[in-house]
């Protein structure tokens, strides 16, 4: 397709990760369904093989569509941040090349309608963007409570005396977000932002709180029925004055592209043949995300619960962070006994599996999930109730959401993934009280069917994308 022949070019920029780069693929899908051509900028080299898989895959799905670009890194020395995480380093890097960016898109910039970058992006990019000739956007691909958090940083933060306060002085016991009924505890802050000293997150954080405004709207995966409260209040001014638009384009959903088996041994063909012959709504699918490793000191009451819950369960455990980097067997951890044990009982696999393929299947009756906002939103859009423990980051403030909006619960006092061992028994009478509460599986079929509205023909994921691209070509 050439760039006449599309309703809008516009070029997408995604950061790292998978929780990243999963809705912002499915955000650019969206897009193409209207017609839209579509430029990928990736940045390389790539974290994870992952990452890596499901860009082939995209490009592939839509040859005359997209082109991608590649943005080639300036290689950092990773002693020089105080960061031992490789996402965030390669965000540090990416933010270290962006001026190279500058080339790239002024080789689009004729033709562009508009610029859509990660959130990750947002301060580095801010001065490219101001000079783009065409609207520049934010993709924000967590809760719009965390929107809310984040933008609200900025105002805590210029009401503090001192003129560069850091966070852990003008974060209180709870912070309390004009427009929303409940508040935000300290406990439920990203941890990495109370630190004494500074980190790579607590930089961007802070930085990003003020720079979301000089944006042209905000692209978030979210919608009025699970969020109406934090998108009315983001919206009316009420968390910031001056904040850009936030269109709650939610949820994105699962596209063919994603449909290719990406583990390197291919495991879905039997994790789905195994699926089949459960009983419906019987299996506990666990799954921590893409990028948080179980430590060795949890895993066994991992298992322990799982046994001892009584369900079928489909695990998926990562044992290191980055994929490329798995070597260790689950049995050299768990024991031969134990690993015996949990093969009677459920399946378990180290590799990445198709998440929305899982939750999609009728056997699969609950989620035990770290609450990352993307598997929150595909547990909605599939019907499947969610037991939250969050490992880290956004995820405390994205379970007190699920447990507003009623579709799943968040046992509290569990912690921080990286506190307390929670117990086997305890993991396992959770696990009960989820498969067994009747009102958790109304509200979240409820909520499936908002979600499916509003991703449907004349939804407000529609009428969003319809309007924008109006907008866009009024300014061509
Ligand atoms: N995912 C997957 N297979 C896996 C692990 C994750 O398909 O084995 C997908 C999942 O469906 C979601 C994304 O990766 O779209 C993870 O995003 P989320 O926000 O839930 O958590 P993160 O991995 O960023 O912590
Ligand atoms: N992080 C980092 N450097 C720091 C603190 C945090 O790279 O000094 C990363 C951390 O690894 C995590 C992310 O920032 O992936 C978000 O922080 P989170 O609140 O999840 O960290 P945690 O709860 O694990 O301290």
């Known amino acids: 397709m050439s760039v ?13 990760g998978m929780g990243h780069l999963n809705p912002f ?6 897009f193409l369904r209207y017609g839209c051509k579509v430029t990928l900028i990736i940045a390389k080299p790539m974290v994870s093989l992952a990452e890596s898989n499901l860009i082939s895959c995209f490009c592939s799905s839509f040859p005359h569509q997209v082109t991608q670009i590649d943005f080639n890194l300036i290689p950092m020395d990773p002693t020089t941040f105080n960061t031992n995480d490789p996402f965030y380093l390669q965000y540090e890097t990416i933010r270290s090349s962006v001026h190279l960016l500058s080339e ?8 562009l309608s508009a610029c859509i970058f990660d959130v990750l992006l947002t301060s580095p990019v801010v001065s490219i963007a101001e000079n783009l000739s065409c609207p520049s956007y934010i993709f924000f691909p967590s809760s719009a409570r965390m929107l809310s958090f984040i933008a609200f940083v900025s105002v805590l933060a210029a009401s503090h005396p001192a003129a560069q306060p850091h966070p852990s002085t ?6 309390q977000i004009p427009g929303f009924t409940s508040s935000i505890p300290r406990s439920s802050v990203p941890s990495a932002l109370l630190l004494q000293g500074s980190n790579p997150f607590q930089r961007m954080l802070v930085e990003d709180s003020l720079n979301l405004m000089k944006f042209n709207g905000i692209f978030i995966n979210s919608f009025e029925e699970l969020e ?4 009315a209040a983001l919206n009316d001014g009420k968390v910031v004055k001056g904040l850009s638009p936030v269109y709650g384009i939610g949820p994105l959903m699962a596209c063919k592209f994603e449909n290719v088996d990406q583990g390197p041994r291919g495991c879905m063909g039997w994790i789905l043949e195994w699926l089949d012959e459960q009983a419906e709504g019987s299996v506990v699918y666990v799954s921590l995300g893409s990028r948080t490793e179980t430590r060795k000191e949890q895993i066994r009451d991992m298992a322990l619960g799982l046994i001892e819950c009584g369900y079928s369960f489909l695990w998926v455990v990562k044992l290191k962070r980055v994929d490329r980097e798995e070597d260790e067997g689950l049995e050299d951890v768990l024991g031969s006994e134990l690993m015996s044990k949990v093969r009677e009982k459920g399946v378990v696999v180290k590799e990445f599996v198709n998440q929305m393929e899982i939750l999609g299947h009728p056997a699969v009756g609950g989620f035990v999930s770290h609450g990352g906002w993307n598997s929150i939103t595909e547990t909605v859009w599939e019907g499947v109730p969610v037991l939250t423990w969050p490992q880290g980051g ?9 447990r507003i909006s009623g579709v799943g619960i968040w046992p509290e006092d569990w912690g921080w993934g990286s506190q307390d061992v929670v117990r086997g028994k305890e993991i396992s009478n959770r696990i009960k009280e989820m498969m067994n509460n009747e009102s958790l599986r109304v509200k979240v079929n409820e909520m499936k069917k908002a979600a499916r509205n509003a991703a449907d023909v004349g939804g ?17």
């Open 394 to 402: 956004d995820q405390k403030i994205n379970s007190e959401c699920i």
């Open 460 to 476: 407000s994921c529609e009428v969003f994308v319809k309007r924008l691209i109006e907008d866009w070509k009024k300014n061509i």
């Open 104 to 111: 790239i898109l002024s080789s689009l910039s004729k033709t």
């Open 170 to 175: 003008f974060i209180g016991d709870v912070v």
């Open 25 to 30: 693929l499915r955000l650019a899908a969206l």
């Open 4 to 16: 006449s022949e599309a309703v809008a070019h516009v070029a997408f920029l995604p950061s790292a």
């Open 228 to 231: 109406g409260e934090a998108l």
